[in-house]
């Protein structure tokens, strides 16, 4: 029984190269999926296709988009850069170029479609700054919204929180959209992943930070667990499955809830060290 309903699906990853991306076209591969992927590195995977892309230039992504051609049943939104890159690379390829890859793609999508986004745990502070979330989200355009970024640099920062809250508020805004063409958009917010991303995750914040957020599993994820819930989410298994925004984070969101986890706490330990360091 196929279950989750990707035997012969044409589906789309986009960062396929490694981590997550890798691991979510492995499984489609093995689900019986046509699995065309996107990246600026070419993975070792028997693709149907794979295109170069730079989510940091829109043209690039037009052309790949084009060359995949319809119709698309699934996309999975994968690529992403970590802190240690500036803030508008960071912007670019963690938001914008990957709204800009799915406004290319919707148009080739039949209802039934699906699209599935990494977010991050480190985009659980969306609540807190919503107005001016929801005010980036109204900017249409690749190049506008690289425009609002270079005249907020204030609210960019490090670009990684901001982009990871950005994925956040739009998916949930075009899921009121995309629905109405029968089209579902979800997105997952992972706890910390053994991916060559771990370093550089590291390297900015501390290991010690990273570990803090492995709570109360205690275990770095897999690019597998990751990708094995961003693969059900876009399935036929989730058909009613819209706007949600998924922890895959072992029970931290959990324990931030109910007080388990000092968040806080950590927070303003954080802080102080740094205010020491300097």
């Not at 029968?182 to 060559?196: D, F, K, L, V, Y």
């Amino acid at each position: 029984m196929d279950f989750l309903g990707y035997r012969n699906k044409r589906v789309i990853v986009s960062g396929c190269f490694s981590g997550m991306g890798e691991a979510t076209a492995r499984r489609l591969l093995e689900l019986g999926a046509e699995v065309h992927g996107f990246d600026i590195r070419e993975p070792n995977l028997p693709l149907a296709s794979f295109h170069a892309i730079d989510l940091r230039d829109p043209a690039s992504v037009d052309a790949a988009v084009a060359a995949v051609g319809g119709p698309i049943d699934a996309l999975f939104n994968c690529a992403g850069l970590p802190n240690t890159f500036p803030p508008m690379d960071v912007m670019k390829v963690n938001y914008i170029g990957t709204r800009h890859l799915t406004e290319r793609v919707i148009p080739l999508m039949s209802r039934g479609g699906a699209v599935a986004s990494i977010s991050s745990t480190g985009g659980m502070g969306w609540s807190r700054r919503l107005p001016v979330l929801l005010e980036f989200a109204a900017v249409a355009g690749f190049e506008a919204a690289v425009a609002w970024c270079e005249a907020h640099p204030e609210v960019v920062a490090e670009g990684y929180s901001f982009s990871k809250e950005m994925v956040i508020v739009w998916t949930m805004l075009a899921s009121q959209e995309f629905i109405e063409r029968g089209i579902r958009i979800n997105c997952t917010m992972p706890g910390p992943t053994r991916t060559p991303m771990s370093e550089h995750f590291d390297r900015a914040s501390g290991r010690a930070i990273q570990e803090f957020f492995t709570q109360p599993i205690r275990r770095y994820s897999e690019p597998r667990e990751q990708g094995d819930a961003l693969v059900f989410l876009n399935s036929a298994a989730a058909s009613y499955v819209n706007g949600v925004v998924l922890p895959v984070d072992g029970g931290f969101m959990a324990g931030v809830a109910t007080g388990r986890i000092d968040l806080a706490g950590m927070m303003a330990k954080s802080a102080q060290q740094r205010q020491q360091q300097q």
